[in-house]
């Protein structure tokens, strides 16, 4: 299934080496002013442009094909892509013999049978994270009373992480991170008791992001160790305001008003310079290997704005479902 | 929305201190043997029967009502009710003053506009985690191959807990718990790309589960410290081994053929005995609680077979969508 | 799939000769009056109690065991059940051998590779049409401005139908009919252009009633017989009301405010007690049939109130999809 | 909703106007040959080459941009678009004084609250029926063993219709007509009691079809005016093949093995060069309209192509659907 959503609802498609990436995005109310400007920031927050990160350049200029009328959306699918210009798919071939650890070089080709796209991780590629941050654009329109913002906890296991960042480089390794995302100015009611309780719809979409791990609202796992005297959260106020926060604005699956906080964990890149030794498929004997290509060292450098892109999704989402009642 | 899955499909339904809860599904198979007495050894595992866990005892007989024909399952949508016998419903009448803190009384009277059942949570009970389970033996049934189980890493941050379980029972307080869950035998290929990957469906169920406030895949949060020439999982044979299993048996959101593995967090029991300070919304006073009804210390133990349950229906719903391409 | 609608959902469960048949209804609204008294004058409407209808009669009251709260909606799952009581099941034995022609016996048996529940139809049966007109008389609640009426046109193609019925009733043979069903008061903008057309979803449900074998909506065929300046509807108010009404309420996939008219072929009832020759599975021999059993000379005679339901229940859902943007 | 389908399901998204009108097709197969060669044929029998169809002339050329790698399928979404070169939209721009009866103009204005692209009926326009073509293209790949075929029975009532035809094009005037669709060796089973049977899944589908007014399935409303004796398809093998085939195909919503039947309506083109009086919105004043523009005569020529796309890709869907189980 390539769409997510009840009423906002987003399909997304194409692979890294492929023509383009793009989304198709159903359920945009009409009448919300929308340019290709709109989506600069966001996209170029997603960019590669800092230390840790890809050399490969795009330009994602966001094509909109359908569903907007003299700038405005018109009530009608928006279909966006986003062509893939500079690729380089020579670097992918050895593959087929050698599936990159981490990668789902493997998966996929016995999933379809030897028939997918494998260049570039294809259709697994985080250049898919484009179209969402695409659709996270539109989404945060439709909700401009809550802000949302994600940002990088720690890499590498540190809060100060430039210097391990540079020497990880240095080795040709890569780095995973925590990224915390929060959402203020929550409407009280969003979500489902069962089955689609607000960390169902987050979790969801958020594990559709390649390399996350894993996902805790408020404290979390920490929440698994304290006692319930500590970690309920004791009401001051009747708009729902509570003393500490330690639900993340969460209780029984419905947002309570407070704000919303989640992190995630991010997995280092798979991909690493760094000499690893895994199977030969053909000659199924162990061997060396090191991948060339253009890949990021820390992945979590560039996910805030996409974690942003997906709580705007869902929030925009459940607060249309909760206005069908 | 009380539907989850694309083919094996349950719906959930009741209240807590209603006549009944129950459980839909559809898309099973015809021909499956289906009794009654196959129900008992799961339903037994959930019921609370240890130290720490509620005084509420109920019988739990599964009433099947339709989609089973001379002890086999016809293919048509199987109905399972249990029946609430042991209630007490006067215990729930002050949350409509003083929602409970960690519950949901505050944001169900919110979201329904004060007409929620907010006996004992109503819709939003741990009660409800009992047709889960039975849907879960139904699942299991279809996926025969695969073993599923789930233990108890920690309670209260212990791995041996009884002594923090009996003195904080003697507190009134309550204690969470770290859970984790395996299947064995995975076939490859589970989840899709995008949106539907294995972890975005398991968390999406998991999630619905009252209690749970974290979840993560493999070494998790763990890996976000790591780095790629560590974290990433080796082949060790063509059919997709790895020398370790870092990625908790899934890449690129597809299964890989090792061993699934998750860790849940689960909050402690928000109704504690113990007195809490919390907001009477209708004097406006913060005031003194005390939770008298009946609850459970800690409702991380009865949770294994409930996320035993959740992965088999994830499974045997994946499996046949895997069929159907 | 047992569910149907976005937000307005449904799903339905049982056997004809099984314990009981049921509907679960997610995404009503909280704090509607709904007592069982409310079902009683439209599952009257739908017993069999005239001339031409079958003398099994059940006394079909409505057990609402979930989503009720102090006789009002809470916003939670509601679940209906109705008690089959009057069952013969001996009646229906020989459909192993000898599949009845018109009814779902074969595809059954087939489908469900021999473990349906063949008994009077199993889950094919029209006792399932019960648990519709309930979840219709919920939906009725939800749109209380809609004025939704389905009226007979002909029986076996005569408008004064009671001679002709009655004859075929003595010659142990069945009728069909045509009903139209009328929804005034409509709002303009419900459905989608693609691909929830109001005809798409209004043909949906209306297709899942057993015995339909035909809808069209406004003039039907008939329009494919007329020229674009007889068919279309001039505009003579700026509410859209036409002079004509040629398109049953409905341009481009969308309601457009005049009265929604559709008219279904209704076949007549696949069970007769007159003798008919069919093949004998078993012995491969065509052979004489008499059903016995009890069954409906004219399906169609109490089809005017499942019509209403399952218009109730398409504008209800839409209704509150328009809402949510 | 934008979206059909299960698991092979489809999203379609532009305007008649716009840069371009396209689908996203997801749940197809990995390994199936796919070339833009595939598309010519079905795509030139969809285009305005004959008497009584539009002059508007375009390429039509389908440019498939993910999905397919070397020549084949890949498992993954298949986006497909066309562009819109021959467009001349200063044609539409009365419409939004003047809505255009039979047309979508009023309810898109209103639904959409004046954001709707209108020209050229924007999203409602016929010309969405092409992707609708280039899904089904792909589609019958994946049923290779069905014959689908459709063919025109009737157009403004005439069987030999060239006479009739011509009359009215000189007239400025616009017919509809009756088209049949059957489809040959089709598998035993496809379709579901409640909701999905086979009709609903169908009608749903085709009445998304800018035009179709009624559909009917085997003997349709003529099976209203028949008896049981008369109207009942005895069985003559063990396969289930009948000596009538007045169900079309089709019981208790499944398919039987009989070829699969049904015809529908479709009205006159509403866009007729011959005055027809209507309402200025504006001016609030009854005056005389002739639409200029580009426009068929009679949809109906252009119908059976598109009639067996969605055939075809229901079929698709339910015949992997019922793999699932």
New interface residues.
């Given amino acids: 299934?390539?769409?997510?959503g009840?009423?906002f609802?987003i399909?997304?498609?194409?692979?890294s080496h492929?023509?383009?990436?793009?989304v198709?995005i159903?359920?945009v109310?009409?009448?919300i002013s929308l340019k290709s400007e709109d989506f600069e920031k966001d996209i170029l927050r997603r960019k590669p442009n800092k230390t840790g990160t890809t050399p490969r350049i795009e330009e994602d200029f966001p094509n909109i094909?359908?569903?907007i009328?003299n700038d405005?959306?018109?009530?009608?699918?928006?279909?966006i892509?986003f062509e893939n210009k500079n690729t380089k798919s020579s670097d992918y071939d050895f593959v087929l013999q050698t599936?990159r650890?981490?990668?789902?070089d493997?998966?996929?080709s016995?999933?379809?049978?030897?028939?997918?796209?494998y260049r570039g991780?294809?259709?697994?590629s985080g250049r898919?994270s484009l179209p969402l941050v695409a659709a996270g654009v539109i989404a945060k329109k439709n909700i401009p009373e809550i802000e949302i913002e994600a940002e990088i906890l720690?890499i590498?296991?540190e809060k100060d992480y430039s210097s391990i960042l540079e020497k990880?480089i240095a080795?040709g390794?890569?780095?995973?991170?925590?990224i915390e995302c929060t959402a203020k100015n929550m409407p009280?009611?969003l979500g489902?008791?069962?089955?689609?309780?607000l960390?169902?719809?987050i979790?969801?979409?958020i594990?559709?992001i390649?390399g996350?791990?894993?996902?805790?609202?408020?404290?979390?796992?920490?929440?698994?160790?304290?006692?319930?005297?500590?970690?309920?959260?004791?009401?001051?106020?009747?708009d729902?305001k509570?003393a500490t926060n330690n639900?993340?604005g969460i209780?029984?699956?419905?947002?309570?008003g407070n704000d919303l906080i989640f992190r995630v964990?991010?997995?280092?890149?798979?991909?690493?310079s760094?000499t690893?030794?895994?199977?030969n498929?053909q000659t199924?004997e162990?061997e060396n290997l090191n991948i060339e290509g253009r890949h990021d060292a820390c992945i979590?450098l560039r996910m805030p704005v996409i974690l942003e892109a997906c709580t705007a999704i869902v929030l925009a989402d459940m607060i249309?479902?909760?206005?069908?009642?």
């Fill in positions: 299934m390539n769409s997510f009840q009423i609802r399909s997304i498609y194409g692979e492929g023509k383009s990436v793009g198709l159903d359920g109310p009409a009448g094909t359908s569903g009328f405005k959306t018109t009530g009608a699918p928006i279909n892509y599936p650890p981490g990668h789902a493997f998966v996929a016995r999933k379809y049978k030897g028939f997918n796209d991780s294809g259709h697994f898919l720690e590498g296991g990880t080795e390794d890569s780095l995973g991170g925590i009280i009611g489902e008791p069962f089955f689609n309780s960390e169902s719809m979790s969801h979409l594990f559709s390649p996350i791990k894993g996902i805790e609202f408020g404290n979390g796992f920490e929440a698994a160790k304290t006692k319930g005297s500590e970690n309920n959260d004791r009401y001051i106020s009747t729902g509570t639900a993340g209780n029984g699956g419905i947002s309570n964990a991010v997995k280092p890149t798979s991909s690493i760094k690893q030794e895994t199977l498929f199924k162990i979590a249309m479902v909760n206005k069908a009642r």
